[in-house]
């Protein structure tokens, strides 16, 4: 039982680490590498609660995780920094102290947010919901300060892992037609943002987004 | 109710048939609003006769609201000025459309523009009554915009048009919606019905919103600024229609929430309303002396009447609410017999400007002049009603000034000193008013219609279309009749001013062709003063065809000895108006600036001196103008924050996130 | 029987009503020169005879009528419109008896709106004559008109309150059976008020000279300088019955004695050498105040305009503070 | 078996335009498959507005009035952007803007995203509505980038992270809801799966959810949700979105796509004011609404481009229906429909003839445009009548439904909004009536020659508007409808 635990306590804890490094590196491709961990992480969670339950549908949904957001979005991600030489983030809007400052600050109010919910079902699962409110809350905040195309992208996603880990916990997966067209839609969405991020490159020859701001009243 | 439904319905049949070809879509159309209108007079004056009150109801029209029509008393006197004025105005814009007025928008809003002017009366549901508002607000918007290639600042005026009225209409929604909120219904007889059991301050707010919105479409000073910007632009059979039916619109709003859905309410309310009307009053007729356009004039002298009405309607709630029933209904006959006056007077007037503009191409005084000759049946008509708006005896504006005065000096007989102020002031205002509009009137015709012509436009002028000519001839009629033998109309307009205020039936003047008050000692037969004034007349021809010798020459007319006199030498408006002008400076405040541009080679020879003197609304430079810059700052703020970067953008929605999760924390 | 009574009234209500006519057509222009011998008498001059007003309308009945060439059909109207209105005007008030014809609507509005008729016609006849001078009288004439019947309206409606009636014979009646008003503080400031406003609407002196034809000054005589023979004399009359009918009303309103009430002919015998006494000793007060004081400048005179209706606004305020 | 075929025409009018390469006939092939779905749309709602609820694909699809009536309204606007849709793409292959590639790639895309929206529509599950509402958002990302010009990319971007941020946080809240589902009451937790998404199950156990869970779940649902409604502060995506996109896209999204994420807001409100009662979701409806109708008023007043116009005001008009759902009464709901077509009809109208005028005057900026209704009648007269109508002026639906919203929101006590509401109104009148006075009047003093516009164009927009006043005045044919549908929401 307590194996279950320590597995499920470890890899929910890994999901808020990695979002927290990813705001804490600079380098672009490095926080790639730590989406792909995220990813993987989120998959040990959801097949740890599958083999807890015993429930096919959960353990098909843990392998659709671990391949989508452990192997493919990485692997797309990759084929975008190709094409991008200068691997270093410009400096973000808000400095990396501060953002880790802020970061906590998040994490202090998932926590209190998410007092509510656990109150309604004390199970240890539920109790690790806070982690993934953490890890939505952060994700944004890297999505909002990061300049280049490649940085918003991960935030976005790191946003998407951080709603996947409270829906395990909370409710050990939605049905599996919801779940399974949850995970296309986010699959699609990368895809498009890997062309759309392509194109601007080419276009605006620098993957800065505080240039594009030709569309203003 | 059957009559005024038959006319909406051929009114809305005369917007369909704008579909027919450029040369035949004017005159059948015009023609069938006149039946309309007729149609609607015939079932107004039946109703005001036999004093019974008719509904009609539907849900089939407007979803989710349906359509209440209640034609009472009250409602029928103003459908019947209403229908008057546009019976008038639509033979007159059978000779007067051409151009942009006969395209296929100009035809059909015309036709709805009468049609929803029908219907605003006879509304007795939240939801029709803005409606049919809406309709009108929209229809005249669109009319005001017919000629905009040809005026440029019809594109300014409509704008200040439609802002105002859209105001109006939002105040007006926003007081009746609180109205209705609180009795269950929204339908005048549910409001009607709940009204005793709303509280007081409620029925106050919802009361000052409704005056709001009522007073800016009956032209009260500080809500008046559109008034004298449309109505020049407007076309003239527009104008007139503005001027005579929608204007009092305003104030049938007024009486109808005020009075009747009310029951009168508080004192203050009707201060405030004779407030209103003294300083309308007053700035009104100042500025008509002070406007050197014809029709700027005719506006300001709107807004100069509709300030008397208001006088009227405001001392007869105040009457009403202190417990003199008697004495207030004589106010409020007043009132609305100086409303069917004022109709036909201020339609006539626009109607002839509007001739005088078609045949000189210019409204403006400085260069009109001259065409009593050229256009001696316009000219007559023009007087005609002027001498009616100056309120001289044989005339119908006389006897609504008389009624008034009689309905204000008959309330000094109150208890509460408020309203004995209030009276004493509208007293003091009535005559100010009086002296003044007589000094713009006679500027008018003297300056506009007599004289030499002082251009060229003015001197080749000829006389316009018959059906114009037989326009103005109609409005003129009742400046005369309304005038001799007023004691017909009045147990009409007594029958409405009670089924307004719910006060007794007993009509304030004894039965007869003159006034003869009942109950006061005051009368007047204007009938047999008029016998009196021919007689002298005649009279005195007579001694002078004995007595005087009757042979008369033509000579050139005295110019101290000067051998040529131009027709520049006379005196133009301004020079006209200006000494009032000088007299009243702190008020219209004009700016005169003098500009004198001296010779190159020295400072003591001046090469040109270019002086203007211009009167703009004073109450539109303090109290508007500040308003729009504040407007226009904060847009450039506002644009500033949307400024295109995808950060500040998330950080929006980031922020918004935050301050929910911690509010809900 | 009474049908036949009120009958007898309307004839001799007709009949006073023609005799008060025919006493101010007669009497008005006498009175100004009676004016005239009295300001010529005190500036140590002889003057002219007290009937050569009269003399002189007699020459212009004479003279052939001169219209202005470019002047429209409302010129020759003109003058007619102003006499008439001025009869009408006297024949319906209260100046010899109580109760004339058309007496019960003898309404102030009435006798002030005839008025105003008169100076409107007036002004309309010289703008429409085309030429500087009548431009510059009507606008001028037009201006003080307009300040001064405020003061005229509001100061009468002082008295109608006092009298609770509108009606100019009912206040006279009035006055008469409560001889107490005619001393009462509003009847004074009333009178006041009237009096400052008699002199701007007939043109007297420090309002406007009427003697003086230099184009400045001139604000009455501007108006009426295209008009020739009979016109003109039907202008002089009707301004003289103006002055008239103003001073006799004055006098009546504020002095009542003497006005018939009944309709015997000794009454109104009485009351008509009252009217004429009232009326000389008043015209001749105003010829003194005309010999002292100079013309004022035209933009003092709202000045003044402005000194009497704040009186006659006192009046009313006073008149219902003390009722 | 209703509710399938609606959505099976338009796929399959997508997957010709895949298969086929680009014909003019395909383009008609979609409009026609569109109008098909408009007249499945009438025959639903004749059907359900007299009660019985249609099912199909085992329970997976459920139309009921409300749903039905959401498809007469995408039918409708769909139809009309698709004739549109062909016209615009014959004019940009031939001025070489667009390959035969790019706009068969425009069709399908097309077709999907109307596909999507039938979908969310007619969904069952609230979990398929999220999937759905995002798919919309994928499909339309291609579209707002289809001119290929700088700013075309720029909108695309910021509009898919916007909306994918925005539609995360929404599932975020669908997931709270399952759980609250799942722990009904508080009692022991029912078994796993037992616990539904389906719509209807939810309302019946609604009144024993958790308030603590449905309050969090309703405002990240709000929030999210929100962001594709366009409500202020999520809103900022919409006029660059709606700018630069093709005429025909833009009348599509700011038409339909708008208030179908709408619709979804009412039915998590309907079982939220079960859970909670009506107070919460009020005060987070009126602050959402009220800073919409304040962001769009302040935003129009010195506003240069006339397509951002547009958007700013279907902002506007998103506020008033959240303002309108916030009453709640049954009458209120009825209004918000009424609104919800009308706005769709008229703003789609104006869309499409911005897009014409765009496409002949090759600026959208107002003052360059310059006094249009001399140089191209037909165009300015239909525009000025559109923006007549967007404002509320009568006959037009928009007035009655705008009228009866503040009505029911004054009978719910709301009063005072209503005073700030038609504060806005009144400014945004006065800035709309501004702008589109330079853009409309004026005299062109190069008196150049008024240029025709086909027939083909006008005849589609006339009889959209024509049909608006319709609705605007006669009651008879959606009154049962309308009522019927909201009674399903707020009963």
Redesign the interface.
Known sequence: MTLYLEVLEIAAGAVLVCAVVTLWRRDVRAIVTILAVQGVCLGIVAGDLAIHQRDLALGATALLVLAAKGLVVPLLLRRVLRKDPRSRETTPLVNIPASLVAAAALIVLSYVVSSKIIALDPSPATRLVPLGVATVLVGYFLLVTRQRTVSQIVGLLVVDNGIALVTFLVTSGVPLIVELGASLDVLLVVVVLQVLATSLGSRFGSFELDELTELHD | MTLLLLGLALGALAAAAAALPVHLRVPVSCLLVAGACVLAFLGAVAELRSGHVSTAHTAALLPMNGIELRLDPLAALFIATTAFVGFAAAIYSIGYAHGPLRSRTAVVSFALFVTSLLCVPAASSVATLLFAWEMMAVTSLLLLLAEHRRRAQALDAARWYGAMTQAGAAAILLGLLLLAAHSGGQDFTAIRAHAPSISIPIRSIAFVLVLLGFASKAGAVPLHVWLPRAHPEAPSPVSALMSGAMVSLGIYGIIRVGGDLLDGGVLWWWLVVLALGVVSALYGALHATASSDLKRLLAYSTIDSMGLVLIGVGAAGALRTTGHPHAATLSMVAALFFVVAHASFKGCLFLAAGAAERATGTRDLDRLGGLARPMAATTVLFCVAALAVIALPPFSGFAGEWLLLQGLLHGFSDTSTATVIALLVGVVALALAAGLTAVAFVKALGIGFLGRPRTQGAAEAREVAPTMRLAMGILALPCLLLGLVPGLVIPMVARAANAGFALPSASPVVPGAGLDLSGFNGAIEPALLAIAIVAGLGAIWMTLRVVANRATRRAEAWGSGREVQTARMQYTATAFGEPLQRVFTDVLRPDNDLEVTHAAESRFYTQAVTYSNRVDDAVERSLYRPVISALAWWGTVARRAQNGSVHRYLAFSFVALVIVLVVLA | MTATVSTVHVWSGIAISVVQVIALVLGAPLALGLMAKVRARVEGRVGAPIRQPLLDLRKL??????????????L?IVP??V???V??AV??SPLISTSP??S??A?L??VV??L??GS?AL??G???????????G???A??I??????AL??AV?AL??QA????LP?IVAGTLAHPAWAASPERLLALGALSIVVLAETGRLPVDNPSTHL?LTMIHEAMV??YA??DL??VTVGQAMRLGLLVALIANLFFPWGVATSFSPAAIAIGLVALGLKVTVIVVVIALVEVRTAKLR??RV?ELLAGGFVLA?LA??TG?VTR | MLTLLVLVFPLAAGLVALVVPWRPWVGWVAAGADAVVLALGIALAVTTSRGHVQHSLGGAVRADALSAFMVLVIGAITTLAAIQSVRYLRIEREAGRCTDRHASLYAVLVQVFVTCMLGAVLAANLGVLWVAVEATTIATTFLVGHRRTDGALEASWKYVVLCSVGIALAFLGTVLVYFAAIHPGGGPSVAHGVGTLNWTSLMAIAKHLDPNVMRLAMALLVLGYGTKVGLAPMHSWLPDAHSQAPAPVSALMSGVLLTVAFYALLRFKAIADAALGPAFPRTLLVVVGLASLLAAASLLIAQRDYKRMLAYSSIEHMGLLALGAAAGSTLAIAAVLLHILGHGLTKAVLFLTSGEIHQAEHTSEIATVGSLLARRPALGGIFGVGILAIVGFPPFSLFISEFTMFRAEADAGLWWVVVVALGCLCVIFAAMAGHSRRLLLGDPDDGTVAVATPRSVVAPLVTALVACAVIGVVAWPLQSLLHAAARVVAP
């Open positions: 009945l004479t003279k052939e009528r001169v219209h202005a060439e470019h002047a429209s059909a409302a020759p007619f419109v006499a008439a209105s009869v009408v024949a319906i014809a058309l019960e609507s309404d509005l009435v709106s005839l105003l008729a409107v002004a309309i010289g703008l429409d004559t085309g030429t500087a001078f009548g431009g510059m009507a606008s001028r037009m201006t008109g307009a300040l001064a019947e405020p309206l509001v409606v109608a309150i609770g009636s509108t009606n009912a184009e300088l295209e023979g009979p004399a039907l035209l933009f709202p606004v009313v305020v219902l």
